[in-house]
């Protein structure tokens, strides 16, 4: 008999005296939270309590103020600064305000933000569903950060100030920004994705809002932007540089003609 109920029920042991001890699989616990990969640890989450539209208009509203606000003071102190020029100085005023409010606010909160309900804290819950990293005190993330913080905020602060200003450092100034915001988010997306590769693991959640428009989305205009403006800036520089090769050529030959004038005169009073 209890050779016939083992063959049906696999779990079962038998013993001497009949039907032994039957052994209940045990599930992994539930998680907690909706991040990914699964069994990522994000102690003391707690869901948001804003809805994902407010907490977009509430970024959008004080993010275009800000922007709106700078580029009147812009057009008050330089008249002449071109429709161009004005939007180079917007773009580098939002990243400033980008990196050194809502990425700072980042760097000194990590460990606090999947539990806080403020309005910064609630912003990174919702866009960690596309990069769980940013609520498991990842040290890259934490590391990248933390420079784009405290050099690449007021960096971008330093070139919208050049760009009103019209002044020539602009260019040198934009091609640094420029560079470091490609860097940035080539390592962001390689760390990402290498790891991925490896282990299979995903940070982000599988749904297309998440992947494309959160994580690929949110990101791109730090490529498609800085590769343009470190472009135009390039093409800047190279004419510049090579009108200055051309004045200077000028001037040298003018300088010969004086120097061979010169000599020649004491001749001619001989």
């Known amino acids: 008999m209890s050779e016939w109920w ?65 580029a009147l003071v812009a057009r008050r102190y330089n008249p002449g600064l071109t429709a161009s020029g004005l939007a180079v100085f917007c773009w580098f005023v939002m990243n400033a305000c980008l990196h050194c409010v809502f990425e700072g606010y980042f760097v000194l909160n990590h460990e606090t933000l999947a539990s806080s309900q403020t309005l ?24 990248v950060e933390s420079i784009t913080v405290f050099f690449w905020g007021p960096l971008c602060l330093a070139n919208a100030i050049a760009t009103a200003r019209s002044s020539p450092s602009r260019y040198a100034l934009r091609i640094i920004a420029c560079v470091a915001h490609l860097y940035g988010v080539t390592l962001y997306y390689a760390t990402s994705q290498c790891e991925f590769y490896f282990t ?26 800085p590769f343009f403006l470190l472009l135009d800036s390039a093409k800047s520089v190279t004419r510049a540089m090579r009108a200055l090769d051309k004045a200077d050529a000028t001037l040298s030959k003018h300088r010969l003609r004086l120097n061979g004038n010169v000599e020649l005169e004491p001749k001619k009073t001989r």
């Open 6 to 70: 083992s063959a049906w029920w696999p779990v079962a042991t038998t013993t001497t005296g009949g039907l032994g001890k039957v052994e209940i699989p045990v599930m992994p616990p539930e998680p907690t939270h909706p991040y990914h990969p699964l069994g990522v640890r994000i102690p003391a989450f707690e869901e948001n309590a804003a809805p994902v539209p407010v907490l977009l208009a509430a970024l959008g509203g004080t993010l275009g103020f800000a922007v709106l606000s700078a």
């Open 120 to 143: 910064l804290a609630q912003l990174w819950k919702e866009y960690a569903l596309s990069d769980s990293r940013y609520l498991s005190s990842d040290v890259f993330m934490l590391s």
């Open 200 to 225: 299979g693991q995903s940070h982000s959640r599988p749904e297309f809002i998440y992947f494309w428009v959160y994580y690929v989305g949110f990101n791109l205009p730090w490529v498609v932007v």
